[in-house]
């Protein structure tokens, strides 16, 4: 096993500080710094490491914000521990990685139901330049009462 001070791989040196992924053959592709996060993870998913992120980090994979993250944590939703003397919350990647996935597919459902119902109902037999008509005299009709009072 080798270890690369500054990996250098066909030519190509990658500096200190940035983040490149070297495969076997030497080829090398450079990561910014959210496609090295994705690749850390995942890469230590598959190995079966646990990987120990904060609210912070945990709300960047999810695409929210750090407090809708307590709010899923406070929630049971989604499992964390303590760290350190201040009691700050971490996460398993590999748990956020699962939450994600399960409330994608959760989403797609209520969705599927959503259209059903649509379909349902008749919502997709209408005509769309008759049921956007409708929609547009409708509001002229209510425009024009909220003027005349």
């Known amino acids: ?39 850390l993870n995942a890469a230590m998913g598959v190995m079966g490491r646990h990987r120990m992120v904060t609210t912070g980090e945990a709300a960047k994979l999810l695409n929210c914000s750090s407090r809708t993250v307590a709010r899923i944590l406070d929630s049971g939703r989604l499992p964390f521990t303590r760290n350190g003397a201040a009691g700050r919350r971490m ?36 005509d769309d330049a008759a049921y956007v008509a409708g929609l547009e005299n409708s509001g002229d009709s209510h425009g024009q009462a909220s003027r005349a009072t």
Do not use: C, F, H
Not at 95 to 124: N, P, T
């Open 1 to 39: 096993m080798t270890v690369l001070e500054m990996p250098q791989a066909k030519g190509i040196t990658v500096p200190r500080g940035n983040r490149a992924l070297v495969d076997s053959d030497g080829d090398v592709t450079a990561l910014n710094a959210e496609a090295y996060e994705a690749a």
């Open 91 to 126: 996460v398993d990647v590999a748990d956020v990685m699962a939450y994600q996935k399960q409330e994608r597919a959760r989403m797609e459902q209520s969705l599927a139901s959503m259209r059903r119902a649509a379909v349902e109902i008749g919502l997709y037999d209408e």
